[in-house]
């Protein structure tokens, strides 16, 4: 028997980092995936691994610890936090592949960590639904980040474009949102865990000016979601250049993220602006009618990635 999932990774087109002190944030769910598969060992060791990430795991499950045979511990750690939340002792073989950058801002950690819950489900035959999904894969990401906001959990969890409240209820956009985005990444990876902490302590030196634009930006999220709804394209794009802007100020910014934005906004991008936590990373760029010549200008110097929105979020199974 074969436990199999899948969930998507996501892009952040409002609200990243002001997120995380509870101002509202839209995300969507994007055509790349992260797969994972859990079958019966047929030793007593229990082996974690992936061909893609190159990385290979003999796990310890009575010590919780891990030896790690192959690879960075880096991704692990989201896994091994879902597999001692569920997994007994019995031993298995779990293999992940991922068509996911990683550290890039497009929610690697959390669509790993999705699918790994539930394929961890399927296997012990556990009862989940998609609620209870998504509030497990948030409490693994903030276990091993210190600090997470639900957002990425819930998008790779269900799909689809979303907008989250400021009182953390999430509704799905009833529009049919397919925007021309590209997206462009470089070869540094950020990490999520250290850049919200970051934040936070940028945030704790300087209250009375970066309180304020945390507000800002969630009123700038807030002024998104109905040009959204009203598809107002260059509106979209006037904000998501101020949301550069602030995220800018809290210091996430990198001079290749930067190279990518203003390249973008030079070949005819109307919008663009970092996605996800930055530090290196992603960005995405709003340009109709000029996809190619935004993707030719950024992959001068960094890497385009073609994706679009998906409603397809986690899928599970179990296989004899
Ligand atoms: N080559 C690698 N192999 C294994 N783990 C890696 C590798 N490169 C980075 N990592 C780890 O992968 C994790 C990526 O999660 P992180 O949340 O930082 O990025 P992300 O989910 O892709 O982006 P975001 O959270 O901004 O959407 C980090 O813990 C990082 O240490
Ligand atoms: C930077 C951040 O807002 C998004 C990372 O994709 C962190 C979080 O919401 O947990
Ligand atoms: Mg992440």
Redesign the pocket.
């Known amino acids: 028997m074969k436990a199999i999932a899948s969930a998507p990774a996501k892009m952040i087109l409002f609200g990243e980092h002001s997120v995380v002190y509870g101002e509202p944030a839209i995300a969507g769910a994007v055509n790349k995936r992260a797969y994972v598969e859990i079958k019966k060992s047929y030793n007593d060791k229990s082996i974690l691994k992936s061909y893609d990430l190159n990385f290979e795991v003999e796990l310890d499950t009575r010590n919780k610890s891990y030896i790690l045979k192959k690879g960075k511990p880096g991704i692990i750690r989201y896994i091994l936090e879902a597999f001692y939340r569920v997994h007994d002792h019995s031993p298995i073989v779990m293999t992940l592949s991922s068509e996911i950058p990683i ?1 890039s ?1 497009l ?4 669509a790993v960590t999705v699918a790994t819950l539930a394929a961890l489900y399927r296997y012990h035959n556990i009862r989940f639904n998609k609620k209870s999904l998504a509030h497990d894969a948030h409490m693994v ?1 903030q276990a091993v ?1 210190g600090v ?1 906001s639900p957002l ?1 959990t819930l998008v790779s969890t269900y799909g689809g474009l979303v907008y989250l409240s400021r009182n953390k209820t999430f509704e799905p956009f009833r529009v049919n949102f397919n925007a021309p985005f590209v997206v462009g990444y470089t070869n540094k990876h950020g990490n ?1 865990g250290k850049m919200v902490k970051d934040v936070r302590s940028l945030k704790n030196r300087n209250s009375k000016v970066i309180n304020p634009v945390i507000t800002a930006m969630g009123n700038l999220t807030n002024y998104a979601k109905q040009a959204i709804l009203k598809q107002d394209y260059s509106k979209i794009g006037e904000l998501m250049n101020i949301n550069h802007g602030f995220l800018d100020v809290l210091g996430v910014n990198t001079v290749e993220l930067s190279r990518m934005v203003y390249a973008a906004r030079e070949c005819g991008a109307i919008g663009s602006k970092i996605t ?2 930055g530090g290196g990373g992603s960005i995405i760029a709003l340009c109709p009618g000029k996809s190619k010549e935004v993707a030719r200008g950024i992959a001068k110097e960094d890497n385009v990635l073609q994706v679009n929105f998906t409603k397809r979020g986690v899928s599970s199974r179990v296989r004899m």
């Open positions: 550290g801002g929610g690697s950690s959390a990401e980040q997470a990425d999520t996800g936590a």
